[in-house]
């Protein structure tokens, strides 16, 4: 009973830890990818899904994996934004880890499925996405404390998420893949910045030091911009394959409130909104130039 009171974490606690905002980060590249697969020639649902489960496994893994690492270092201690179990002392740490291991687990399920569907040496490339995952900011010299976040971000749920799934599925990458997955990648490590900015005076004093941190406060800010703008000039490159992908431009007008808000020098809980506006145009320009990109191939 004690126990219990010193750890109070509630079901809502543990969903906030998953950091659902974040989400989206997993599931448009899946659905960029299986576009693109269909543009290629084929495209395959079963896979579609196994490979949706692989990211949001992995998305939800790296988040607890972060809320434990950044709870134990002391660096979640004075921070706005989404529930720290560890840091706001909610949870176990261990508790934490073991989820984070559970949804690793997860993914690895799945993953090894997906792969011996498609190809075998998938298994290694889900291996390297579980280690940068938990390396973020875990083991002993963390990367994500190196300014490196982001490009793990543009790499793993870019990249590798949507040319994997475009693979998975069609059995080879096109130049629709490789520019589906520059945008998602780029505006997925949007999110990852804004997040970065916003913690910019906590992780400067507590030696994080992120991309943010790194860069400064001002030139953090017109990368965001510059991060977020991709998608949308991908957009015009997709226009070759079909001028409907266009319509994804639509997207843009949730991306334009979130750049406004950061280069009007927006700080702590006043960036919290950037996330979700970023994460739903990422998903909604993934769904859009999906849909289209289908569309055209059909």
Same mark, same amino acid.
């Given at each position: 009973?004690?126990?219990?009171?010193?750890?109070?974490?509630?079901?809502?606690?543990?969903?906030?830890? &998953?950091?659902?905002?974040?989400?989206?980060?997993a599931?448009?590249?899946?659905?960029?990818?299986?576009?693109a697969?269909?543009?290629?020639?084929?495209?395959?649902?079963?896979?579609?899904?196994?490979?949706?489960v692989?990211?949001?496994? #992995?998305?939800?893994g @790296?988040?607890? &994996?972060?809320?434990?690492?950044?709870?134990?270092r002391?660096?979640?201690?004075?921070?706005?934004?989404?529930?720290?179990?560890?840091?706001?002392?909610?949870?176990?740490?261990?508790?934490?880890?073991?989820?984070?291991?559970?949804?690793?687990?997860?993914?690895?399920?799945?993953?090894?499925?997906?792969?011996?569907?498609?190809?075998?040496?998938?298994?290694?490339v889900?291996?390297?996405c579980?280690l940068?995952?938990?390396f973020?900011?875990?083991?002993?010299n963390?990367?994500?404390?190196?300014?490196?976040?982001?490009?793990?971000?543009?790499?793993?749920?870019?990249?590798?998420?949507? #040319?994997?799934?475009?693979?998975?599925?069609?059995?080879?990458?096109?130049?629709?893949?490789?520019?589906?997955?520059?945008?998602?990648g780029?505006?997925?490590?949007?999110?990852?910045?804004?997040?970065?900015?916003?913690?910019?005076?906590?992780?400067?004093?507590?030696?994080k030091?992120?991309?943010?941190?790194?860069?400064?406060?001002?030139?953090?800010?017109?990368?965001?911009?510059?991060?977020?703008?991709?998608?949308?000039?991908?957009?015009?490159?997709?226009?070759?394959?079909?001028?409907?992908?266009?319509?994804?431009? @639509?997207?843009?007008?949730?991306s334009?409130?979130?750049v406004?808000?950061?280069?009007?020098?927006?700080?702590?809980?006043?960036l919290?909104?950037v #996330?979700?506006?970023?994460?739903?145009?990422?998903?909604?320009? &993934?769904?859009?130039?999906?849909?289209? #990109?289908?569309?055209?191939a059909?």
């Amino acid at each position: 009973m004690a126990d219990s009171s010193r750890y109070p974490a509630t079901a809502r606690d543990w969903l906030q830890g &998953a950091r659902p905002h974040t989400w989206a980060n997993a599931f448009a590249p899946v659905v960029a990818g299986t576009g693109a697969a269909a543009a290629a020639g084929q495209w395959l649902p079963v896979r579609a899904v196994l490979a949706a489960v692989v990211a949001w496994a #992995l998305i939800i893994g @790296v988040n607890y &994996a972060n809320d434990y690492s950044d709870g134990i270092r002391g660096t979640d201690e004075d921070r706005t934004g989404p529930t720290r179990l560890t840091g706001g002392r909610l949870a176990k740490p261990r508790h934490v880890k073991l989820a984070a291991f559970a949804s690793f687990g997860v993914a690895a399920v799945a993953g090894v499925v997906l792969s011996l569907l498609s190809a075998w040496w998938f298994i290694l490339v889900g291996l390297a996405c579980i280690l940068g995952a938990w390396f973020y900011t875990g083991g002993t010299n963390p990367y994500g404390y190196r300014g490196l976040g982001e490009v793990a971000v543009f790499v793993f749920f870019g990249l590798v998420a949507v #040319l994997g799934t475009q693979y998975t599925q069609a059995g080879r990458i096109t130049w629709v893949g490789v520019a589906a997955a520059v945008a998602v990648g780029a505006i997925s490590a949007s999110v990852n910045l804004a997040n970065n900015i916003r913690d910019i005076p906590s992780d400067r004093a507590t030696g994080k030091i992120t991309l943010a941190v790194r860069l400064g406060d001002r030139r953090a800010r017109r990368v965001f911009a510059a991060l977020t703008a991709v998608p949308f000039i991908a957009s015009l490159a997709l226009a070759a394959v079909t001028p409907w992908a266009l319509l994804a431009l @639509v997207a843009g007008a949730l991306s334009a409130a979130a750049v406004r808000t950061v280069l009007s020098g927006a700080t702590g809980p006043a960036l919290i909104p950037v #996330l979700g506006l970023n994460g739903r145009a990422m998903l909604l320009w &993934a769904l859009i130039t999906a849909f289209t #990109l289908g569309l055209a191939a059909s």
